[in-house]
């Protein structure tokens, strides 16, 4: 309703509800209740005021559901209401569950318009709901399912809506786009929902995850030139090796590796068409290659030979059987017979074995025995040589006796002639020049000899008195032993025996003085003893030879005879007997024939002893 005022210059309405303004000589009234408005009119300071009634009829307020979209054959709500409305009506009918009330299930097959009038006592209102209906989208994915492996990225495209959105978010590079990168980690069934203006379809893509496999190889390993190592891969389906450079297979997945320098190899394990590689490196050392110095290899027993290993980095050696070391470049070897020694050189890991046999040469086993090793001077010894070898030969032997005196003999006599000890000493020299020498100190001692001597009295006796005294003259002499030449001796201490001779023997006796020193050395001295006889010679001065065992012989007979010669002659001088022999007589004959009885001549010599 508009509002005039009139007789002033200026206005101010009030209240100012529902006014267009609140100023001004004309307003529009739309107040929602009766309401009485005042104007002030004001005319240069002077003011009046006026009212007006306006008288309000309610009209119904109408407030509705809003514009809505939907998706061709789905349903919405659609509502009314506000106040002062008696009821509510709906057109067109197209689609809606009903025509009248304040909710109506509207399903239109097109976009449609609906009016809605609220009925009032006397004023109506209306109003309109748009309902828009939009198809439904038929989306696509490509691919419509995939199989990746762990770790790899599938690229999905969906096709045919306007906007898109995927779940779940896991892996994906986006949700809300037509082409998504897909990495899950596990196999996941995504949800895309295609929408063109509100209307959708879901449409599932499966990304099937096969895990990469856990390909393992043998750990790096370190061998020596020229030999081999094993190499295993597991954790997949099938193998493939590069390079195949010393490999005996490229395919399997135990294999056996000799390369012949270092080398890095990869594997490629497959399982499901995913695979993984690893890589393992064999290092390869130059195998060592040792020797041994000096180029021979023998001593004597008792000796030693010093060893030099080269080639290698480290060395053992054994067995450790005459070693001074058993580690080292240098050791020195003395065992005691012939032995083979094992080296072992190692460089980087990588080990040579070379053997070297140390020859022992055995040494003479030198001894020697002596007939006398004490005695009396001179000593006369036979040295008997009873070395010997093990093997091999003795080929020459140097004795040393002690008294400056020395031979190359095996065995021999020697005399040692003075008093002393005497060391000897015997060397013997093999077929290898393994020399050893065997000494004995003192092994001989020659003791000295007493010096036996013995005087007598008195210097010539009769066999009337044969008594003898006899007196030690000897040096060095502890025991005295008397042989009297008689058979009779005396064996004790005595120095001065006396000695009676037989008295019907006379003659020379050599009386023998063997004296004995402390060392058991012997001297001896004879001298002889005269005892002389008393002579007497008998010579007959006839006999008669007749055989009748009386008297037949002619022969001469007496005591202390020692020489004795008788001749017979006849009587022109002629000998016919003779004989040197006292006991040897003449029987009477010459030539065999008897001599006639006669006057004969003899002659007779005796001598005493």
């Not at 748009?130 to 696509?140: A, E, G, L, R, S």
């Not at 005691?336 to 055995?362: A, K």
């Amino acid at each position: 309703t508009t509002l005039t005022a009139l007789g002033a210059s200026t206005y101010t309405w009030s209240p100012a509800i529902g006014l267009s303004a609140t100023t001004g000589s004309v307003v529009d009234a739309t107040p929602l209740v009766t309401t009485t408005y005042t104007v002030t009119g004001n005319n240069n300071g002077c003011t009046a005021t006026a009212t007006a009634d306006i008288n309000i009829d309610p009209t119904p307020t109408l407030v509705l559901s809003p514009d809505v979209t939907i998706c061709a054959g789905d349903m919405t709500n659609l509502t009314a209401g506000g106040v002062g409305a008696n009821s509510y009506q709906w057109s067109p009918a197209t689609g809606l569950s009903a025509t009248t009330g304040t909710s109506v299930d509207a399903t239109p097959a097109a976009s449609i318009t609906y009016t809605v009038t609220a009925i009032g006592n006397v004023c109506n209102f209306s109003g309109t709901i748009d309902v828009t209906v939009n198809p439904y989208p038929v989306i696509n994915v490509t691919p419509a399912s995939a199989t990746i492996c762990e770790g790899e990225t599938q690229t999905f495209t969906a096709s045919n809506a306007n906007t898109y959105v995927w779940s779940p978010a896991t892996g994906l590079s986006a949700t809300n786009v037509a082409v998504v990168d897909a990495s899950p980690l596990t196999t996941t069934t995504y949800q895309v929902i295609g929408s063109n203006a509100g209307c959708n379809d879901t449409l599932d893509v499966t990304l099937t995850i096969n895990p990469i496999p856990t390909t393992t190889v043998s750990p790096d390993v370190t061998i020596c030139s020229g030999t081999t190592t094993p190499l295993v891969a597991a954790g997949a389906a099938t193998y493939v090796w590069t390079p195949t450079t010393g490999l005996s297979s490229g395919t399997n997945p135990n294999v056996t590796a000799t390369p012949a320098t270092t080398t890095t190899y990869t594997v490629t394990g497959t399982s499901n068409n995913c695979s993984s590689t690893v890589d393992v490196t064999v290092t390869v050392n130059p195998t060592p290659t040792i020797g041994i110095l000096p180029l021979t290899y023998s001593y004597c027993e008792g000796g030693s030979i010093d060893l030099e290993a080269y080639g290698a980095d480290t060395y053992v050696w054994s067995p450790a059987t005459g070693l001074s070391a058993t580690t080292g470049i240098n050791v020195t070897a003395n065992p005691t017979v012939t032995t083979t020694y094992t080296i072992t050189g190692t460089s980087l890991g990588c080990v040579d074995d070379e053997t070297v046999t140390v020859t022992v040469y055995p040494n003479p086993l030198v001894d020697f025995s002596a007939s006398d090793t004490v005695g009396c001077k001179p000593l006369c010894i036979d040295f008997t040589n009873n070395s010997t070898i093990s093997s091999g030969n003795i080929v020459s032997y140097f004795w040393t006796l002690g008294d400056g005196n020395s031979t190359t003999a095996t065995s021999f006599n020697h005399c040692y002639s003075d008093t002393g000890t005497y060391t000897v000493e015997l060397t013997a020299s093999s077929d290898q020049n393994c020399v050893t020498k065997l000494t004995k100190t003192d092994y001989i001692t020659v003791h000295p000899l007493p010096v036996s001597n013995f005087s007598f009295t008195p210097p010539t006796a009769s066999i009337l008195d044969p008594t003898i005294q006899f007196t030690d003259q000897s040096n060095g002499a502890t025991q005295w032993y008397w042989y009297f030449g008689d058979g009779d001796s005396i064996n004790n201490l005595i120095t001065t025996p006396e000695h009676i001779y037989p008295t019907t023997q006379q003659g020379t006796y050599t009386a023998r003085l063997l004296v004995v020193n402390q060392f058991g050395c012997t001297d001896e001295i004879t001298h002889d003893v005269v005892i002389t006889p008393v002579v007497t010679l008998y010579i007959p001065n006839a006999f008669s030879p007749n055989s009748n065992r009386h008297n037949d012989t002619f022969y001469a007979y007496g005591e202390g005879i020692a020489e004795f010669e008788m001749a017979i002659f006849n009587r022109w001088g002629e000998y016919i007997f003779r004989s040197q022999d006292i006991n040897k007589g003449w029987d009477g004959t010459y030539n065999g024939l008897e001599v006639p009885n006669d006057c004969l001549l003899y002659t007779s010599d005796a001598a005493d002893e």
